[in-house]
């Protein structure tokens, strides 16, 4: 029955020039999205990621031996130009607020609907191709779109959804005869305890 485990990217450089650069935090996150999978036995038969930077990046840093392989359908939407068009904001807490609202006027739009669409057909493509595991590192907001169509969550849900995403949670669904079933979304269990330090919303 194949498997599919979607990760949220480590954590990138909020406030940076560049934010597509992960930070120190974000490299090591995706270490140890790596090592806990392979302690729960995960060997995926297909490895893949968005092409973004941040993406791409916590994919190696999780060291898997299936070659990476890239498709821009797992990118981000442009969640700061969203932003950008409603305010400067300064805070995390801020930024998330900002996000929020920007993305309830968002929704509906042509520019939603496009990136819904790649992101169906995206996952769709992947388990028609898929016989064991895949893993791919991805983004929150693709995450919590994924979750949405399972779901059937309205906009709402998607932005409540999008607001609780760790960096490097897991997300896993298994397909079958009756279809795609979503059994975990953002699980963070591998930064608790001992490794409190990495847990990272932004």
Request: charged share 25%.
């Amino acid at each position: 029955m194949p498997l599919v485990y979607l990760i949220r990217h480590g954590q990138a450089s909020f406030g940076a020039d560049d934010y597509d650069v992960l930070s120190a935090t974000g490299h090591l996150q995706g270490k140890h999205v790596g090592a806990e999978l392979r302690r729960r036995g995960v060997v995926p038969d297909q490895v893949w990621s968005g092409t973004l930077r941040r993406q791409r990046e916590t994919a190696l840093a999780a060291g898997f031996d299936a070659p990476l392989q890239e498709d821009s359908r797992w990118n981000e939407f442009d969640h700061l130009g969203l932003v950008r068009e409603i305010g400067e904001p300064v805070t995390p807490r801020d930024f998330q607020l900002a996000l929020d609202k920007a993305l309830r006027g968002w929704i509906g739009s042509d520019g939603w609907r496009k990136f819904s669409e790649e992101v169906t057909t995206a996952l769709t493509d992947l388990l028609a191709s898929l016989e064991g595991t895949a893993v791919v590192f991805t983004s929150g907001g693709v995450i919590a779109a994924v979750c949405a169509k399972l779901w059937g969550l309205d906009g709402e849900g998607f932005v409540a959804v999008n607001r609780v995403a760790v960096n490097g949670g897991m997300t896993k669904l298994v397909h079958g005869r009756s279809g795609t079933s979503l059994v975990s979304y953002n699980d963070h269990a591998h930064f608790e305890g001992e490794h409190r330090e990495l847990l990272t919303y932004r």
